[in-house]
């Protein structure tokens, strides 16, 4: 019986994902994100505390979340309760919210970074004017979960994304909320996004009486 040349036996390959956990990573739980702040706070990491809380609150793609400036969270010496970026991938505006956590930690870290709201909230080590590079923050969250007990390999730099999201719709149920949230074109990306099933569905639809 012949192979198709498609097969990887074939040409002893081994496929790309072979050994690999493919798929969406997974959403951090709020006892996870407070075991990471613990350690965070507890080995003096201004610059990492204020940026996961950043991460978690803004739901930003990383190639977003690092290139957000000073001036795009602090108005009049003070950081703001909310901001807008525009989007990389889509190019369209998105605002989410700055909460207390972030707030306070942000605050702690301009107290140690300096700078103007020209300068990149994050700064690169290796190019001051530059900003952190996302092949960095994506190794910072191996380790902040790692630190933790979790399984680097479920989890990366979109766990930070969808933590918060996931939250508010299991909270709420509101797709077009979340939607908005995450500056998704359409509804059908978020419910991919956030993995909604008929499961889902269906228990949401069990807490409405009528």
Partial sequence: MGHSDLDPAVHERRPWNAGRHVGPKRALKAR???AIRFFLDEHKRLRDRALFDLAIDSKLRGCDLVKIKIGDVVSGGHVRNRSTVIQQKTG?????EIMTEARKSLEAWFARRGGTILDFVFPSRIDYLGHL???????LVDEWVSIVGLDKREYGTHSMRRTKASMIYKATGNLRAVQILLGHTNIENTVRYLGVDVDDALTLSERTEI
């Fill in 92 to 96: 369209r505006p998105v605002q989410f």
């Fill in 133 to 139: 590079s996302t092949r960095q923050y994506a190794r």
């Fill in 32 to 34: 996870d994100i407070w």
